[in-house]
């Protein structure tokens, strides 16, 4: 028993004093990846969440789904969506939950987090307050939590803000930005005017059950009266719930941060007025067994501060794709602004323009240019408003919170200030480390780390020639809308592409052999070639001609191009580095099948090809003469771990039973660690809520193999893996000549993939 009479003096909260090498403050996929991403190297790190589950606007109390390159499917981006920890926690979600349940997600992002011995992961605890050791060192962050009535004192040589109001270095003193930068500044020519808005808004969503009774409906007295106050109520309709009320977003006129609950009043307000339109209105019958089974409790909130680094991202480095000699992380979501308190006006709810491929995000973005121990991650980081409006993405921000999560372990390592890494050895260092975990920097392949795989020789039981894509019975595309094939060709090979096409009566059809401007991109605007046909009535094959023009090896969009009527065969096999795409862009970005923006907004007027999801989108039924043969040796050693100017892969032959790799090291050599790549399908968005997906496990992925030396020895073994990168680490080292990897075959519908081995001492 505790009891304690009368003090005349105030009484003190508990306090307790924790040192860690890095304090995260925020837990939001940037936080969560920052935190793993240190621990994994060995940092010991506190990770500081001021809710009571992880995930920020990816949660459970928010609800959105988590997205960034891929953008819904709806851009040219092919196989961009973002690789390392973010990965692996998707990948993980997808096998566990691929129906999307938010609650699921939380327990997923809670685990990562509680698996690493070296996070000490404090809930329901906010940072209010820092102290400094000198004008330019962060000593210490005060926090409190609710939960246990305790005050605490996080000290460590390096900090992290991912708190995306940036508590962190709001209280130390570093330079922010709020609101929208003139053109002048930087040149930026879709910089909002102060009618359209300067600031995007907070949105709150909410889901509805079907309880399969009627079910009645009083609003609450704060509830809205009058619908028609929103200009698009008359769009409205029972389906919408979820990340699909992404246009409720009020907020943009006032203070985002310190006015905060007012703005969270007036969308509950807006939110239960619109459920009381729904189900009181009388024009939603179908709304009568409806009832309402969330709304959430927190805004889901887009934009306040943003600190300036070494280097300001802007709409010039985005729409251009610059490139960064300290890229470390990438972009792709389109430049996304919103108008000012959406929902109250009659306007698009969202100003979308894309560029025509993913971007680099420089190192310099991720730290505060005035104090020598903050880095940034989330949608805090330097960036400009225009950039800020792709660069605020959730997946986005976490890819960044891996490499800040990295750089702070080389910090440690020598003692360093966060700009020292700049020094080019350093950076070097950085990439190599961010690309071995799958981070795939932009223009720069993992090279230089010790990989004894790269001196061997490689040897496969067989290789797909790539000779065609066979077509399936019934299984037909209606070129109403364009389709086409990327397909990787070498340079200088002639090639002949055939299809079977049927019609119901004469009809022209045109094919085109077309490349992207840039290698690594997906956007065609060069023609290759072009063969026009007279099609007649029924079936036949059709044959054009790629000439062996090409100076380098990439990527070639094999397009046709016919009228209604027209039909070309498909194919249901699966093909590691191929993929089917579209000109008829995706509603969920863009209705139309190309971007068209206005004179003198500084972006690219281009045509969107976008693939469809599964089950839809099954390949061209092409043939190849001769075969195409992109999946060598070369492939296997170019240190890039998705398709990007070429495959990257070995893919076995689609009947190989036995598929597999043979690795000869010429000598004894001693091995630590084996890393092996596999394909989880980086073209598929994987939004983390509400969407669904029809796959568990990507079809490409290899799920069971093992590892032996090169006289037979067992080393190794996987059943049922689904994971994109398995780490293989031996608690003694093995001295081996030579390795040989046996794979089981991936699916009836995919040849077996492989896009990188790496070996380490």
Not at 486 to 499: D, E, F, N, Q
Request: negative net charge; glycine residues 10%; contains cysteine.
């Amino acid at each position: 028993m505790i009891k304690e009479g009368f003090s005349e003096e105030k009484r003190q909260l508990r306090e307790v004093e924790l040192t860690a090498e890095l304090v995260v403050v925020g837990g939001g996929l940037a936080g969560v990846c920052a935190a793993i991403a240190a621990a994994r190297r060995g940092v010991d790190t506190v990770l500081v969440q001021d809710r009571p589950v992880l995930g920020g606007n990816a949660s459970s109390e928010v609800r959105l789904w988590a997205l960034g390159a891929t953008s819904h499917m709806g851009n040219n981006n092919r196989w961009s969506r973002e690789g390392g920890i973010i990965d692996e926690i998707q990948v993980e979600n997808l096998y566990r939950n691929r129906d999307g349940n938010p609650l699921i997600f939380d327990t997923i992002l809670l685990e990562k987090v509680r698996e690493e011995k070296r996070i000490r992961l404090l809930l329901n605890t906010a940072v209010f307050d820092v102290e400094k050791k000198d004008a330019k060192t962060i000593e210490s962050a005060r926090a409190f939590c609710s939960q246990n009535s305790t005050l605490y004192r996080l000290k460590a040589p390096y900090f992290c803000d991912a708190s995306g109001d940036g508590v962190v270095g709001f209280a130390a003193g570093a330079a922010f930005r709020i609101g929208a930068e003139k053109e002048s500044e930087f040149g930026e020519k879709f910089t909002p005017s102060e009618e359209y808005g300067e600031l995007l808004g907070h949105t709150i969503y909410f889901y509805t059950k079907d309880v399969g009774k009627p079910v009645d409906y009083v609003a609450p007295s704060f509830a809205m009266k009058d619908i028609a106050r929103i200009p698009k109520y008359k769009s409205i309709t029972v389906k919408d719930q979820g990340c699909k009320l992404w246009w409720v977003e009020f907020g943009g006129s006032l203070d985002t941060i310190h006015d905060c609950e007012d703005i969270k009043w007036e969308l509950w307000k807006i939110v239960y007025g619109i459920w009381d339109y729904i189900k009181n209105s009388g024009l939603f019958p179908e709304a009568r067994d409806l009832t309402l089974e969330w709304v959430g409790t927190v805004p889901g909130k887009r934009e306040s501060r943003r600190f300036e680094g070494d280097h300001m991202l802007i709409q010039q480095d985005i729409v251009e794709g610059r490139s960064f000699e300290d890229g470390v992380a990438v972009g792709g979501w389109s430049i996304d602004l919103h108008p000012q308190d959406a929902v109250y006006r009659d306007l698009p709810g969202c100003n979308q323009w894309h560029a025509k491929g993913v971007y680099s995000i420089p190192y310099r973005c991720y730290y505060s240019r005035n104090l020598d121990n903050l880095f940034l991650a989330g949608r805090i980081i330097s960036a400009s408003h225009v950039a800020f409006g792709s660069s605020r993405v959730m997946l986005t921000c976490a890819h960044g919170g891996q490499a800040v999560g990295a750089a702070v372990a080389h910090c440690l390592e020598e003692g360093l200030a966060p700009k020292h890494l700049l020094e080019t050895k350093r950076m070097r260092a950085l990439q190599n480390d961010l690309n071995r975990e799958g981070q795939g920097i932009v223009d720069t392949p993992l090279e230089g780390d010790g990989d004894l795989v790269q001196a061997a020789s490689i040897r496969f039981s067989s290789v797909e020639p790539f000779a065609e894509l066979p077509a399936s019975a019934d299984q037909w595309v209606d070129l109403k809308v364009a389709a086409g094939q990327w397909v990787p060709m070498s340079k200088g090979t002639a090639c002949r592409v055939s299809a079977i096409v049927d019609s119901e009566c004469q009809g022209s059809l045109r094919v085109l052999f077309r490349t992207p401007n840039r290698l690594g991109r997906f956007t065609p605007e060069r023609t290759v070639a072009e063969s026009r046909f007279t099609i007649e009535k029924g079936e036949q094959r059709v044959e054009a001609e790629c000439p062996g023009t090409l100076e380098e090896d990439q990527y070639v969009l094999v397009s046709f191009h016919g009228e209604e009527g027209i039909r070309v065969k498909a194919s249901e096999s699966l093909v590691t580095g191929t993929v089917s795409v579209f000109n008829d862009g995706n509603k969920a970005v863009s209705s139309k099948g190309a971007q068209t923006p206005p004179e003198g907004i500084g972006v690219d007027a281009f045509e969107f090809w976008c693939p469809r999801r599964r089950p839809a989108g099954q390949n061209l039924a092409l043939r190849f003469d001769p075969p195409l043969a992109p999946f060598d040796e070369a492939q296997l050693k170019s240190g890039s771990f998705r398709p990007l100017a070429t495959s990257n892969a070995w893919v076995a032959s689609r009947d190989d039973e036995d598929p597999t790799l043979s690795i000869d090291f010429g000598k004894k050599v001693s091995v630590g660690s084996i890393y092996l790549y596999f394909d989880p399908d980086y073209d598929h968005a994987m939004e983390s809520v509400q969407m669904g997906h029809v796959d568990r496990v990507s079809p490409f992925m290899v799920r069971d193999y093992e590892v032996c030396d090169a006289e037979g020895r067992f080393l190794y073994g996987k059943k049922g893996n689904y994971q994109t990168i398995n780490r293989i680490r031996f608690e003694q080292r093995v001295e081996v000549s030579g390795l040989r990897i046996k794979f089981s075959p991936t699916s009836d519908r995919a040849a077996t993939a492989l896009f990188g081995v790496r070996v380490y001492e």
